[in-house]
């Protein structure tokens, strides 16, 4: 066989072999689908126009899509047979949303590239675009995961942590998925935008962890503000804003929160008022860096994408979110 037929039939033989252990990359779709970002973007642009936590809603899908058996879409499965949807889950149900977004993100990439971008791959192009329109940084968007057939409830429950969850328990939840502490403290600072419900947080304005008292670590006027918000016995869905200065900006005003014991979530504030804990330095960094926050934020986000993905043959791509092919 001569050296050129050779060549071509090792070629051929690379060729063939199976992508299961292809990488994401940021230029997957750069021939079979080099819009696909302008038309999410796009998708995106008109929904903020009547829902401006729409940003913080589509972070948060992608987030807990990658905490569940990784990032391939199983958030967005509803039930059917042999599917028990995630999204019927605790840290779930009634609180995760825009999944009507994700729905006509996936209509609008199929009307242009059909059977060619996963439901997983949309939430990471999503997530991307919703921050800089937010006033955020970019990041290369690294793509190429499928979508999975199958969803995990128990692992949603066990695996994503609540608003009430120990600095400890959720350094753990982030150790679990090959996440370290630098990427817990930037990944909570997309807290820096959207809402909350009084549910989420008013344990800590009248009987923290039992003791009758509020949490001591609440900044006083703040506390009172928040009393008012979400009087006792009040309605535990009224919203209020993660991020009291800048609610619908994508900033670092999140971590000057939490310096000045402001922080909306138990989770937040136990960043910066857990004695000794090694986050206390990370969150006064981010605090006086914006940039700073944004590189960490953005390499985070890329981390945390790459958790478990399928690729090459392994899944589908959806043709629907919402279920199987």
């Given at each position: 066989m001569s050296s050129f037929l050779l060549k071509l039939a090792i070629m051929s033989a690379i060729l063939l072999l199976p992508r299961s252990n292809a990488q994401l990359s940021s230029t997957f779709y750069a021939t079979t689908c080099p819009n696909v970002s302008a038309v999410v973007r796009g998708v995106i642009e008109q929904a903020a126009q009547n829902d401006v936590r729409i940003g913080a809603k589509l972070i948060r899908l992608h987030f807990h899509d990658c905490f569940v058996d990784g990032c391939d879409?199983?958030?967005?499965?509803?039930?059917?047979?042999?599917?028990?949807?995630?999204?019927?889950?605790g840290p779930n149900k009634d609180s995760v949303d825009g999944f009507p977004v994700v729905d006509d993100i996936k209509t609008a990439v199929e009307n242009v590239c059909p059977g060619v971008v996963s439901c997983a791959d949309i939430l990471a192009i999503a997530s991307q675009i919703s921050v800089s329109l937010?006033?955020?940084?970019?990041?290369?968007?690294q793509l190429g995961r499928r979508d999975g057939r199958t969803a995990n409830r128990a692992g949603a429950d066990s695996n994503l942590p609540s608003p009430f969850t120990t600095l400890e328990e959720i350094k753990g939840n982030f150790s679990n998925v090959g996440l370290d502490t630098t990427d817990l403290v930037a990944l909570s600072g997309a807290h820096t935008f959207g809402r909350a419900r009084c549910r989420s947080f008013s344990p800590r304005l009248y009987d923290f962890k039992s003791t009758g008292n509020p949490d001591p670590s609440i900044d006083a006027t703040y506390?009172?503000?928040?009393r008012q918000t979400c009087p006792q016995g009040g309605n535990e869905d009224t919203l209020t804003n993660l991020d009291q200065a800048s609610a619908n900006d994508f900033d670092?005003?999140?971590?000057?929160n939490l310096q000045n014991n402001k922080g909306l979530l138990q989770t937040d504030q136990e960043l910066f008022s857990t004695t000794g804990a090694d986050t206390i330095e990370i969150v006064n960094r981010f605090a006086s860096s914006q940039c700073g926050f944004f590189d960490s934020f953005g390499q985070s986000m890329i981390k945390m994408g790459n958790i478990s993905p399928l690729t090459g043959s392994n899944g589908e791509i959806r043709s629907n979110c919402k279920r199987v092919n």
């Open positions: 879409g199983s958030i967005l499965l509803d039930n059917a047979d042999g599917i028990d949807s995630e999204k019927e889950a937010g006033g955020g940084q970019t990041w290369e968007v506390l009172e503000t928040l670092n005003n999140y971590f000057t």
